[in-house]
């Protein structure tokens, strides 16, 4: 979570002149979409970036300042100006090797004009050697320092400049927080829910398809926890993915899969259940991470359409079978209707994901399911269950190591029949939960014991036998 007293640096500068380049190589890793292509950040983004071990501070990438042509772009520049107005130090950026322009004008005078300290970086210094930051002078801006962030190139002078200007500060990170991100395809709703789950202004949010292209995210309290939330941009059809900033903005929603705890897969109620919200929830599923199917807009529903609710939810039932562990709700942003739940039911179900099973418990529940049902094999080639113990919390909800002979002659439906026996004696809603189907005699060759042995040899062995659970 972010103390107050954690000071913020912003990046602004006109479109195109390499923000986002200098923001990734502060904080040396690639976190902001980088193309060459004007205006490809829209939300301001914020990262930790640190100077020394007691030096901290957020860094924040904003879209690039231009006129305001629509009511669309005039929110863009609103928060660009709001990330300024609340920074302790403002970098303005310009391009090297051209001539200064009345945008850029206009962000110096804006950066002047807010008292803060403000810093000149002349980016691309590496295509303009002959030019230098000539005529850059006249922004008034001091200091100014020639930059190249593809070479790193005045980066250790700025760093100077900032060990001056910023306090000393620590971001303490809470490991106990709960992080949710927003799934889905375009335009359904994402940054609208939010939001109004975060309660203010803080991504764009507009009536057309990709306004949202990095992982947004905002901190926030709720019950006495603090929960993350993640705003993705929205994955389109294979077919429709450009090699560009979509192909970006692909990798950074498998990014949030990855970082979060509980996803929310978004479905517009006009166009419910696509081929591609069935394959993003394979994604989290895949991934381990807890999953609630969101109908967004509930209350933009045409009123032609005949379908209730509860024949909605048995239409969505059957698209997503492969996860009928997934709860499913109705919301609308704009009514507020389920926001709340939100926060209750992805609380519930982070819960469930670290749930502590005894050994003992599942080794009784493991031999009524194998007495009740024993499992089919081959002649002489019947699997054998011999016991199970839970594997360790590795962030990817329950799983259970599931030690036997001729497990790899196991039937994918025997697999999902326990899992069907499991989830009837536990509640496990909104959590996947995995078995790990293992050769008692291969984890026993060597002395080892198969409950204490690494995980990466388990893997080695799962990966070996072409086991595992379905």
């Known amino acids: 979570m972010m103390s107050k007293k954690v000071p913020i640096v912003a990046i602004v500068g ?28 829209r939300d301001s983004i914020m990262a930790k970036a640190s100077l020394d ?6 860094l924040v990438d904003t879209a690039g300042m231009k006129d305001a042509e629509d009511e669309f772009e005039f929110t863009i520049q609103e928060q660009i100006l709001q990330a300024a107005d609340s920074a302790d130090v403002i970098l303005v950026v310009a391009e090297a090797g051209t001539t200064v322009t009345e945008e850029d004008r206009r962000v ?67 490991d106990g927080r709960l992080r949710i991100a927003l799934l889905g395809r375009p335009n359904v709703g994402k940054s609208a829910l939010f939001n109004s789950l975060a309660n203010k202004q803080q991504a764009i949010v507009a009536d057309r ?51 979060s705890d509980v996803c929310f897969v978004l479905m517009d109620v006009n166009e419910l259940a696509t081929g591609l919200d069935q394959k993003i929830a394979g994604m989290i599923k895949d991934a381990g991470k807890g999953l609630v199917l969101v109908v967004s807009k509930w209350d933009a529903l045409d009123e032609k359409t005949p379908y209730s609710r509860d024949q909605l939810a048995v ?5 997503f079978e492969f996860v009928p562990w997934a709860p499913l709700i109705f919301t609308s942003s704009i009514t507020g209707q389920n926001v709340t ?51 360790d919390d ?15 002659f196991l039937h994918w439906s025997y697999k999902r029949h326990m899992e069907r026996m499991l989830r009837e004696q536990h509640d496990l809603t909104g959590t996947p939960i995995k078995f790990w189907f293992i050769e008692k005699h291969v984890t026993h060759r060597n002395g080892d014991s198969p409950t204490k042995a690494p995980r990466s040899d388990l893997q080695k062995t799962i990966i070996s036998k072409k086991s595992g659970g379905r």
């Open 53 to 58: 071990d007691d030096q901290d501070f957020w």
């Open 14 to 41: 006109r479109a195109n002149v390499g923000k986002s380049s200098l923001f990734n190589a502060l904080l040396e890793r690639r976190e902001a979409i980088v193309a060459r292509e004007a205006g490809t950040t």
């Open 209 to 259: 398809a990709g306004t949202t292209r990095d992982i947004n995210r905002t901190t926030l309290r709720h019950s006495g926890r603090t929960i993350e939330i993640m705003d993705t941009a929205g994955i389109r059809r294979s077919g429709k993915i450009g090699t560009g900033i979509e192909r970006f903005s692909v990798i950074r929603t498998l990014s949030a899969i990855e970082q």
């Open 341 to 391: 739940k939100l926060f209750e039911l992805a609380q519930e179900i982070d819960a469930r994901r670290h749930q502590k099973f005894g050994t003992r418990e599942l080794n009784q529940w493991l031999r009524i399911v194998a007495d009740r049902h024993p499992p089919a094999g081959l002649k002489n080639r019947a699997p054998k269950l011999n016991y199970i113990v839970q594997e």
């Open 108 to 174: 110096a005078k804006l950066a002047l004009k807010s008292r803060k300290p403000v810093i000149l970086l002349v980016n691309k210094i590496d295509q303009a050697r002959k030019q230098g930051t000539e005529g850059f002078e006249r922004l008034g801006i001091k200091p100014m320092i020639a930059t190249s962030a593809i070479h790193r190139e005045g980066l250790s002078e700025l760093a100077d400049e900032l060990q001056t200007l910023l306090p000393k500060a620590s971001i303490v990170e809470d």
């Open 394 to 408: 590795s962030g990817q909800g329950p799983s259970f190591k599931v030690f036997g002979s001729h497990t790899k």
């Open 315 to 319: 239409e969505i039932a059957n698209q």
